[in-house]
């Protein structure tokens, strides 16, 4: 996960209480993502940003705000946690799709967050 | 709403089978898909695919992608207990910037 950092790691909070998580990068790209992973599903978008101060919902983003106020950091928060939102959080961080011509995505090493 | 879906969800299989996971998609302004493997932690990148009938090969796993019919495979030959892991597929919309995913298809791979 070198260049990409997520914190905390692990989280156990109840229900109700504000949670942010944190994405740290090295590697200057434009884009970064936030999704989650749940048993039987795959990842699913919550909130990206192609740039400083621009952010986008994905498919799941209720519940959920994202701030970027630096290029290197991501921030996902929850403002009052659900037990729905008992997760596996990944960042992950991209260059410019419409550039390359791809997306190859580059994850964190997810931060597991458990609401009780 | 762009759309991913994998079969199968899951796979047994023994060391030395071949297999193929499948992966068909519904999205706007495609740009490339992609596929994934994930080993309990994070996803690490094995294909990306932009053009149809182009085989893209590594060691005993490749993959193509067929743009008229929408879909993908992925065959993995002489499996081993290392490829035991979640296989996602991604589809990327230019126009949003944006990845979506397939459930995922689990392979278990028996020694």
């Known amino acids: 996960d070198a260049g990409i950092t997520q914190s905390p790691r692990h989280k156990v909070t109840e229900t109700g209480t504000p949670v942010t998580l944190r994405c740290h990068q090295t590697e200057n790209h434009r884009y970064m993502y936030w999704y989650r992973q749940d048993p039987g599903h795959g990842l699913r978008l919550i909130h990206y940003s192609y740039g400083v101060k621009d952010t986008d919902k994905g498919e799941v983003s209720d519940g959920y705000s994202v701030s970027r106020s630096k290029t290197e950091d991501f921030l996902l928060t929850l403002e009052s946690a659900t037990s729905s939102q008992t997760s596996v959080y990944f960042c992950?961080?991209?260059?410019?799709?419409?550039?390359?011509?791809?997306?190859?995505?580059?994850f964190g090493a997810g931060s597991r967050l458990t609401v009780l | 709403e762009d759309k991913v879906v994998q079969s199968p969800l899951s796979l047994v299989v023994h060391e030395g089978d071949t297999v193929t996971l499948n992966c068909s998609y519904e999205?706007?302004?495609?740009?490339?898909l992609l596929w994934y493997k994930q080993e309990k932690k994070a996803p690490t990148f094995l294909f990306m695919l932009t053009s149809s009938g182009i085989e893209k090969k590594s060691g005993r796993l490749s993959s193509i992608l067929d743009k008229k019919e929408l879909f993908s495979i992925l065959n993995i030959t002489a499996t081993q207990t290392g490829d035991s892991a979640v296989y996602l597929c991604?589809?990327?919309?230019?126009?949003?910037?944006?990845?979506?995913f397939g459930d995922g298809t689990t392979l278990t791979v028996k020694p």
């Open positions: 991604a589809v990327l919309n230019t126009n949003a910037g944006k990845s979506t």
């Open positions: 999205v706007t302004n495609f740009r490339s």
């Open positions: 992950a961080i991209s260059e410019s799709p419409g550039l390359s011509g791809a997306n190859v995505l580059t």
